[in-house]
């Protein structure tokens, strides 16, 4: 689920900030920690890569600039698979695989590229602990903004038009009408899938913030 904190459409055009990848993360069943590096020293974030490189219920993932580390692109999110005490180097299993595939980068070169200041927030970048969150359940659909008077509207307008549509000669249906009604049906399919994960969330007792 990427639309659950905020819309495709918005991810295409603008990315992902920090607070909405958080939001995805917990929207996916994920615990999650987030720290920028005001709020993170260089010798805990070497730590805690080192603590996620050694077991297998945890994953960091970097919010960086490739700018700064002489690639092309601006901001970018990619997880952290190995380090090397050694020479001080993570391997960024980059998610663009088709532009870079997995590389080796000095640490601390990384953690100067999450210094770099997001145009879009103001502030600097940052990364994330990720792990899978302890009561995690199967989603198969998100609870979306809607309301009594928006559920009232699409059921007025849905019954119209199966109403008109019945009343039309088969002969005479065109494919815009039957598309228009697939389009309404699912809408009113997601709607459903959206009360049924509520009652799930409220028979559990969860409080899913995003």
Not at 48 to 63: G, Q, T
Not at 88 to 117: H, T
Not at 146 to 151: A, L, N, R, W
Not at 169 to 189: D, F, N
């Amino acid at each position: 689920m990427l639309d659950c904190c905020v819309s495709l459409d918005h991810i295409k055009q603008h990315g992902l900030v920090l607070e909405q990848f958080k939001c995805l993360t917990i929207c996916n069943n994920c615990a999650v920690e987030c720290w920028r590096p005001s709020e993170s020293t260089i010798s805990e974030f070497r730590a805690r890569i080192a603590a996620s490189c050694s077991h297998f219920d945890s994953v960091i993932v970097a919010s960086y600039s490739r700018k700064s580390l002489g690639q092309t692109g601006s901001g970018h999110y990619s997880p952290i698979a190995g380090y090397h005490r050694g020479s001080d180097k993570v391997l960024i299993l980059d998610v663009a695989r088709f532009k870079y595939p997995p590389y080796w980068v000095s640490l601390v070169s990384l953690y100067e590229s999450m210094e770099q200041i997001d145009t879009t927030t103001q502030k600097a970048r940052g990364y994330f602990a990720l792990k899978r969150a302890e009561h995690a359940r199967l989603s198969l659909f998100h609870l979306r903004t809607t309301t009594p008077d928006t559920i009232a509207s699409l059921r007025t307008k849905v019954t119209s038009f199966l109403r008109e549509f019945q009343d039309t000669p088969a002969c005479e249906r065109t494919r815009v009408q039957v598309q228009s009604l697939q389009k309404e049906l699912g809408s009113i399919q997601d709607m459903i899938g959206s009360f049924v994960e509520y009652c799930a969330s409220a028979v559990e007792g969860t409080d899913k913030s995003c």
